[in-house]
């Protein structure tokens, strides 16, 4: 018996074709939504931008305490390295997890190439959030 006339051959919903066509539609797609998302973001940037700015705009704020030195910056980012870390780690993350339903895939290739190329970053973001997060007046009291 040939194989194309059998029944579970004729009647089978299983085409890679199309299995194909549906991932890269869902990857468009999400795509599509992270540029719709951007470009609203953008737009209500514009809208609610920077207007005039007045003395108590800029004031220092201190919830409550009396403010003491001058701002380092209108935004204090001393949390940013962190923000930086999580954000180059966690994607990958998620991917490992993703992957480790596939017992087929060298994972292990994979975590360290990973590993290797996040170092960078997880540095960089642990220095940026140290050097931010404490002032030199802290930095200098510790050394004593």
Do not use: H
Not at 9 to 26: E, L, Q, T
Not at 95 to 107: R, V
């Amino acid at each position: 018996m040939d194989r194309r006339s059998s029944y579970a051959y004729k009647y089978s919903f299983y085409n890679p074709v199309m299995s194909a066509v549906g991932s890269i539609v869902a990857v468009v797609f999400l795509l599509a939504i992270g540029l719709l998302t951007d470009g609203v973001v953008l737009l209500l940037r514009r809208i609610f931008g920077k207007r005039k700015e007045s003395p108590v705009k800029t004031m220092r704020f201190e919830a409550g305490n009396i403010p003491v030195g001058e701002a380092k910056s209108m935004l204090p980012m001393q949390y940013i390295g962190f923000l930086i870390m999580f954000l180059s780690v966690e994607p990958v993350i998620g991917l490992l997890l993703t992957l480790s339903f596939y017992p087929a895939l060298p994972l292990m290739y994979f975590l360290a190439v990973s590993l290797i190329t996040m170092l960078p970053a997880i540095y960089v973001a642990y220095r940026d959030a140290t050097e931010l997060a404490y002032s030199p007046q802290i930095k200098k009291a510790a050394r004593k």
